[in-house]
Antibody
Framework: QLQLQESGPGLVKPSETLSLTCTVS??????????WVWIRQPPGKGLEWIGS???????YYSPSLKSRVTISVDTSNKEFALKVTSVTAADTAVYFC??????????????????WGKGTTVTVSS | QSVLTQPPSVSAAPGQKVTVSCSGS????????VSWYQHLPGTAPKLLIY???KRPSGIPDRFSGSKSGTSATLGITGLQTGDEADYYC???????????FGGGTKLTVL
């Protein structure tokens, strides 16, 4: 059974870089039609899609975060990572990693997150 | 401001039916499939509906989804107190080349 687990510092100082890793267990990270996604939820707010990566390294980023975000994948260690540079208090959130099914179905794009990690809280504060 | 628009809250009595709407545009809902998620605070979101109206294994048929044009709807029948949660719609936005969510709808079972 596929499981995802986020890990990384729970506290990051303003202007520094937030770094998180998601470890995949129970299934291959190199399976086609799946993407590996980062999503966050700031306190009191809704879910925000950050970006995704395929096992081959194809990335997509939210336009609002694109200039500060990098997502990478390490298939040998079955993990993918998130880096957010120049963080501010607005980056304080629960960060989730997830698996996203991405495929063209009958001419339309099907994208949905079927497996999620439990989430990890990151606070940006000095 | 979310790309997809949902009502902030809905409510209904136990046993009743409720619907949650999700409005978008041609670059997202109009030309791509919609998914729905249930999120209880402190837990991982759960996939309820994918490709507009399909339920993953283990999701009861009390949950249903539909789509028309640039809007989608989640329906929940036979409401239970355990259904109290936040519900989010999601899809791909072709213009943004990114995934997008609605702002979320808080369901209260009175």
């Amino acid at each position: 059974q596929l499981q995802l687990q986020e890990s990384g510092p729970g506290l990051v100082k303003p202007s520094e870089t937030l770094s998180l890793t998601c470890t995949v267990s129970g299934a291959s990270i190199s399976r086609g039609s799946y993407y590996w996604v980062w999503i966050r939820q700031p306190p009191g707010k809704g879910l925000e899609w950050i970006g995704s990566i395929s096992y081959s390294g194809t990335t997509y980023y939210s336009p609002s975060l694109k200039s500060r975000v990098t997502i990478s994948v390490d298939t040998s260690n079955k993990e993918f990572a998130l880096k957010v540079t120049s963080v501010t208090a607005a980056d304080t959130a629960v960060y989730f990693c997830a698996r996203m099914r991405g495929a063209a179905v009958a001419g339309k794009l099907s994208s949905y997150m079927d497996v999620w990690g439990k989430g990890t809280t990151v606070t940006v504060s000095s | 401001q979310s790309v997809l628009t949902q009502p902030p809250s809905v409510s209904a009595a136990p046993g009743q039916k409720v619907t949650v709407s999700c409005s978008g545009s041609n670059s997202n809902i109009g030309n791509n499939y919609v998914s729905w998620y249930q999120h209880l605070p402190g837990t991982a979101p759960k996939l309820l509906i994918y490709e507009n109206d399909k339920r993953p294994s283990g999701i009861p048929d009390r949950f249903s989804g539909s789509k028309s044009g640039t809007s989608a709807t989640l329906g929940i029948t036979g409401l239970q107190t355990g259904d109290e949660a936040d519900y989010y719609c999601g899809t791909w936005d072709t213009s943004l080349s990114a995934g997008v969510f609605g702002g979320g709808t808080k369901l209260t079972v009175l």
